[in-house]
Each structure stands twice: as C-alpha cells, then as structure tokens.
C-alpha cells in the first residue's frame, strides 16, 4: 500500500516553516529535521511517530495508537497513530509538532 497522498500534504504544511527533508522510507514518506526521522505518511495508514523512547509506554494507552512494528519487533521511540487519530488539523498538529520537537533535540546528522 502506497502512503497516503493527501496525508503527506497536510504534514508538508505543518513543518513548512522547518524546513523539512523529504525522504520515502519503509514505504512512507518521512519527515526529517537536522537529518532526523520525525514523522512519516506510512505506507500501512496513517501518522508513524518519532517520540522520546520513556514516553511510548504512556502514548500507547491513547486512543487510535498503536506501536511501531518494524521486522516483527515493537520499536520504542515510536509509535503508530491510525488515521481515525489524526483526523482533524488540530490532531494532526499534536503529533507532528510532538515529532518535531523531539527531532529537533537530537543531534544533527
């Protein structure tokens, strides 16, 4: 399943002014800050989030979020959000901006 088209253009104008680098990856299209993941239009649906790895835990109890599942291991640090999660800009807005925040704080690469 190709990522969703209209997703990605909606995180493209949340991390304008970040100047973001695009790049298609495990399937999706991911959002880098300073050479860092932050978000990705997943290829599987829905928002892949890049958090601090002590927060996943707690994030997981939200509605509509699910681990990050990469060669059949949960992935701390990550987290999945189903589209039912990011409906609204307002929703959307929460995750990409939690993503950003997080990737801005690791050291460039």
């Given at each position: 399943?190709?990522?969703?088209?209209d997703?990605a253009n909606?995180?493209?104008?949340?991390?304008?002014?970040?100047?973001?680098?695009?790049?298609?990856?495990?399937?999706g299209?991911?959002f880098?800050?300073n050479?860092?993941?932050s978000?990705?239009?997943?290829?599987?649906?829905g928002?892949m989030?890049?958090?601090p790895?002590e927060?996943t835990?707690a994030?997981?109890?939200?509605?509509h979020?699910?681990p990050?599942v990469?060669?059949?291991?949960?992935?701390?640090?990550?987290?999945r959000?189903?589209?039912?999660?990011?409906?609204?800009k307002?929703?959307?807005q929460?995750?990409?901006?939690?993503?950003?925040v997080?990737?801005?704080?690791?050291?460039?690469?």
């Amino acid at each position: 399943m190709a990522y969703d088209e209209d997703l990605a253009n909606r995180i493209r104008e949340l991390v304008a002014a970040e100047h973001a680098e695009e790049k298609r990856m495990f399937g999706g299209l991911a959002f880098l800050i300073n050479g860092n993941m932050s978000v990705a239009a997943s290829g599987r649906g829905g928002l892949m989030v890049r958090v601090p790895p002590e927060d996943t835990a707690a994030l997981l109890a939200r509605k509509h979020v699910e681990p990050m599942v990469m060669a059949g291991r949960e992935t701390r640090g990550w987290v999945r959000v189903a589209p039912e999660g990011i409906a609204t800009k307002r929703q959307l807005q929460s995750w990409v901006t939690r993503g950003v925040v997080y990737a801005r704080s690791l050291p460039p690469k």
